[in-house]
């Protein structure tokens, strides 16, 4: 399925407006990375308190990663930071580490565009498993070092939040 622009305004208008979403604290959208019409669409119809920027340290990725992130800016909306995603892999049976992507490029990439990095977050096979069965490893496995690190990155980002909130003058959408 391939979707273009008005079938993703669409599907958007009909995921903001007309879900009955009650007494939503924080509303978590996951886009895929660019500066596409889901971007645009999003920024141009919903009030964002936020963005968080998601990349592997890889440079392809980092490429699509600073673009979002001047996008946002140039259209004034605060990027909280951003995160470091599959940072290194550590082999489950002896434990040695392995930089697949490359090493600190989400950091380096935070440290060039003035924003903070708010968490490293490793490969891990457990992370694909249990959200594979729909089962977060915050979860299934809440006293691990990788649920730990998940639930150190919402606190941070919800602190962030309510910095931007408190500066900002709040919009309803009816």
Known sequence: LIWRGPMIQKAL????????????DVLVVDFPPGTGDAHLTMIQ???LSGVL????????????ARRGAAMFKQLN???LGIVQNMSVFVCPHCKSSTHIFGSDGARNTAKELGLD????IPL???ICETSDQGKPICITQSGSEIAKKYRELAQ?????LEKVEDSTVKIVVE
Request: no cysteine; hydrophobic share 45%; charged share 20%.
């Open 156 to 160: 941070e980002v919800l602190s962030r």
């Open 77 to 79: 909306v605060p990027v």
């Open 13 to 24: 208008w009909q995921l903001f407006m007309e879900v009955s979403w009650g007494q939503t």
């Open 124 to 126: 891990h096979p457990e």
């Open 45 to 47: 119809r919903v009030p």
């Open 117 to 120: 990095l708010l968490a490293d």
């Open 53 to 64: 920027v998601v990349s592997t340290p890889q440079d392809v990725a980092l490429n699509d």
